[in-house]
Nanobody, 123 residues
Framework: QVQLVESGGGLVQAGDSLRLSCAFSGRTFSSYAMGWFRQAPGKEREFVAAVTRSSNTYYTDSVKGRFTISRDNAKNLVYLQMNSLEPEDTAIYYC?????????????????WGQGTQVTVSS
């Protein structure tokens, strides 16, 4: 069984940085692709970033150059480093894990989800 727990969310000002963490509990973390999604009030859940088991990374256009996803297989952790935060980044951020290594921009590619962590960016 796999469980995911996000942490690191909070209230920050525009231009600030924040690092989210996702702790993976279960077997063979290194075999999973990991992703971050977010959902703002009144909006659909959207893809943010993903990293494959080979450490290939993917980002939605709105966060390219600002966000960095990474993984530490020794610690079963995935991170989302968020820089130059904007009010539009305000959302609940969810960590996800899946066996698929392609199509990672789709939530359907993931099998497990965390409970989410709130990120609020004030102007």
């Amino acid at each position: 069984q796999v469980q995911l727990v996000e942490s690191g969310g909070g209230l920050v000002q525009a231009g600030d940085s924040l690092r989210l963490s996702c702790a993976f509990s279960g077997r063979t973390f290194s075999s999973y692709a990991m992703g971050w999604f977010r959902q703002a009030p009144g909006k659909e859940r959207e893809f943010v970033a993903a990293v494959t088991r080979s450490s290939n990374t993917y980002y939605t256009d709105s966060v390219k150059g600002r966000f960095t996803i990474s993984r530490d297989n020794a610690k079963n952790l995935v991170y989302l480093q968020m820089n130059s935060l904007e009010p539009e980044d305000t959302a609940i951020y969810y960590c996800a894990a899946g066996n698929q290594q392609s199509g990672l921009g789709s939530a359907a590619s993931y099998d497990y989800w965390g409970q989410g962590t709130q990120v609020t960016v004030s102007s």
